[in-house]
């Protein structure tokens, strides 16, 4: 049985929420390969919205097996907090579990975080504060505390002793901070290890059997490609790989497991915090599209900066994680509008740049195609044959230069505002 992997191909904030809930109907398992609570997924269901931060979004089928993998950082907190509103709203969370080898956030991780960020001030990177790189940094330098230390005291003790003295260090000595009480974060931690010690498994030796029983399985990231730490806009990334190759790190499976590449894309682009935006508005058409499209971070709050499409971006994006299907998400959103732009090229120091570089430079600037729009509501749409022309033209163009299908279009933040442009492929990997 083919294994599905969804990834969002701009900064994030794509949809994939909602295209994964989509998508989770007809699938046995869904995984999170990577991250932390610093992102955050939005499903609508008729009155309801739910804000996943770490819990899969295929939590919301009954039928759905959903594991937090060994590549996720993992905040307690957050986790049980999460696990608490979606029963109160009679959400059954029995079938959430989390993989032994997935590395623990600390508070210690969240104010480091938030202290690094302080002092490098206008150089900072932007992240919201929730630890996550310091705990990637704590898991790459051998220092890190897991899920499954959780269920041993002693071995806990020991560790989280030896982690707050050495950050103590640094907390005092660097940052000029008050120390952390050691016996307050043990004693915190216990309360939260008796609460989901019942979740924690083994997900390697579960995942396997899985697909060996050709069970149909999803696997989906937070963030997006161009936040990744080894191809995104670096330095202002995350410190994971959203990307389809972090699936095979993030959950301890081989790539021939992987068959379909999912790849979500906004019909614009959004991004939040800092670092390059090259096709960013800054004028009132991208406060309208921030106020159409609700461009404020499921997480933080924060409002997205909007721009147009970048479809050279898009393209180094497929061409990175292997996308061999398409999905476009709030092409509703540009309904208003009378002119849309693409952006086909960039444009620096007068040269001509066709391909995405390693390094955007300050002051790259994106060189636009206009396309009328269709100034027509589509959000009621179910077909593609009923979309007004020029919104059909719009589409037709990304794909031509994209040179990839594309499976299915998103009209609103509702299960059902979607439209399924191949049919026959969709539901031949989805049926």
Same mark, same amino acid.
């Given at each position: 049985?083919?294994?599905?992997?969804?990834?969002?191909?701009?900064?994030?904030?794509?949809?994939?929420?909602?295209?994964?809930?989509?998508?989770?109907?007809?699938?046995?398992?869904?995984?999170?390969?990577?991250?932390?609570?610093?992102?955050?997924?939005?499903?609508?269901?008729?009155?309801?919205?739910?804000?996943?931060?770490?819990?899969?979004?295929?939590?919301?089928?009954?039928?759905?097996?959903?594991?937090?993998?060994?590549?996720?950082?993992?905040?307690?907190?957050?986790?049980?907090?999460?696990?608490?509103?979606?029963?109160?709203?009679?959400?059954?969370?029995?079938?959430?579990?989390?993989?032994?080898?997935?590395?623990?956030?600390?508070?210690?991780?969240?104010?480091?975080?938030?202290?690094?960020?302080?002092?490098?001030?206008?150089?900072?990177?932007?992240?919201?504060?929730?630890?996550?790189?310091?705990?990637?940094?704590?898991?790459?330098?051998?220092?890190?505390?897991?899920?499954?230390?959780?269920?041993?005291?002693?071995?806990?003790?020991?560790?989280?002793?030896?982690?707050?003295?050495?950050?103590?260090?640094?907390?005092?000595?660097?940052?000029?901070?008050?120390?952390?009480?050691?016996?307050?974060?043990?004693?915190?931690?216990?309360?939260?290890?008796?609460?989901?010690?019942?979740?924690?498994?083994?997900?390697?030796?579960?995942?396997?059997?899985?697909?060996?029983?050709?069970?149909?399985?999803?696997?989906?990231?937070?963030?997006?490609?161009?936040?990744?730490?080894?191809?995104?806009?670096?330095?202002?990334?995350?410190?994971?790989?959203?990307?389809?190759?972090?699936?095979?790190?993030?959950?301890?499976?081989?790539?021939?497991?992987?068959?379909?590449?999912?790849?979500?894309?906004?019909?614009?682009?959004?991004?939040?915090?800092?670092?390059?935006?090259?096709?960013?508005?800054?004028?009132?058409?991208?406060?309208?599209?921030?106020?159409?499209?609700?461009?404020?971070?499921?997480?933080?709050?924060?409002?997205?900066?909007?721009?147009? !499409?970048?479809?050279?971006?898009? $393209? *180094?994006?497929?061409? %990175?994680?292997?996308?061999?299907? #398409?999905? +476009?998400?709030?092409?509703?959103v540009l309904s208003e509008l009378k002119t849309i732009k693409l952006?086909?090229?960039?444009?620096?120091?007068?040269?001509?740049?066709?391909?995405?570089?390693?390094?955007?430079?300050?002051?790259?600037?994106?060189?636009?195609?206009?396309?009328?729009?269709?100034?027509?509501?589509?959000?009621?749409?179910?077909?593609?044959?009923? !979309?007004?022309?020029?919104?059909? $033209? *719009?589409?037709?163009? %990304?794909?031509?230069?994209?040179? #990839?299908? +594309?499976?299915?279009?998103?009209?609103?933040?509702?299960?059902?505002?979607?439209?399924?442009?191949?049919?026959?492929?969709?539901?031949?990997?989805?049926?």
């Open positions: 049985m083919p294994s599905n992997v969804i990834v969002g191909l701009q900064w994030g904030d794509e949809g994939k929420g909602k295209i994964t809930d989509l998508l989770s109907k007809n699938s046995d398992y869904v995984i999170r390969y990577q991250g932390g609570n610093n992102s955050g997924h939005s499903i609508h269901v008729k009155n309801h919205r739910f804000i996943l931060h770490l819990i899969p979004s295929g939590v919301i089928y009954s039928n759905v097996k959903c594991i937090v993998g060994p590549g996720v950082v993992v905040d307690p907190q957050s986790f049980i907090k999460e696990i608490q509103d979606l029963e109160s709203m009679n959400i059954d969370t029995s079938k959430v579990f989390l993989a032994k080898r997935a590395h623990i956030t600390m508070p210690y991780h969240r104010l480091l975080d938030k202290y690094q960020e302080e002092i490098l001030e206008d150089q900072s990177i932007g992240t919201t504060h929730r630890g996550i790189g310091p705990t990637y940094e704590d898991k790459t330098a051998r220092m890190g505390i897991r899920v499954l230390d959780l269920l041993n005291f002693k071995n806990f003790y020991q560790k989280l002793k030896y982690n707050i003295d050495f950050k103590n260090e640094i907390i005092t000595k660097v940052y000029k901070k008050e120390p952390l009480v050691f016996e307050s974060i043990y004693e915190e931690y216990i309360e939260y290890a008796k609460i989901i010690y019942n979740r924690i498994i083994d997900a390697v030796h579960e995942i396997h059997d899985a697909f060996h029983n050709k069970k149909k399985i999803l696997f989906e990231g937070a963030q997006a490609m161009l936040l990744d730490i080894n191809y995104g806009t670096y330095p202002y990334v995350t410190t994971s790989s959203p990307s389809t190759g972090g699936v095979c790190i993030g959950t301890g499976i081989p790539p021939n497991f992987l068959e379909n590449f999912i790849g979500v894309a906004k019909a614009y682009c959004t991004r939040v915090g800092f670092g390059p935006f090259p096709t960013e508005i800054n004028n009132e058409i991208g406060d309208v599209i921030r106020q159409k499209g609700n461009e404020y971070g499921a997480t933080t709050k924060r409002p997205r900066r909007c721009g147009w !499409l970048d479809l050279i971006a898009l $393209k *180094y994006s497929c061409m %990175i994680n292997g996308i061999n299907y #398409l999905i +476009i998400t709030k092409l509703d952006c086909v090229e960039y444009k620096y120091n007068g040269q001509i740049i066709k391909c995405f570089p390693a390094n955007i430079e300050q002051g790259i600037q994106g060189v636009y195609m206009d396309f009328p729009g269709w100034e027509k509501d589509i959000s009621h749409i179910h077909e593609y044959e009923d !979309l007004p022309e020029n919104c059909k $033209k *719009y589409i037709k163009f %990304i794909e031509d230069y994209l040179n #990839l299908e +594309i499976l299915l279009v998103s009209v609103g933040s509702e299960r059902n505002q979607n439209i399924i442009k191949n049919k026959y492929s969709f539901f031949k990997i989805f049926a």
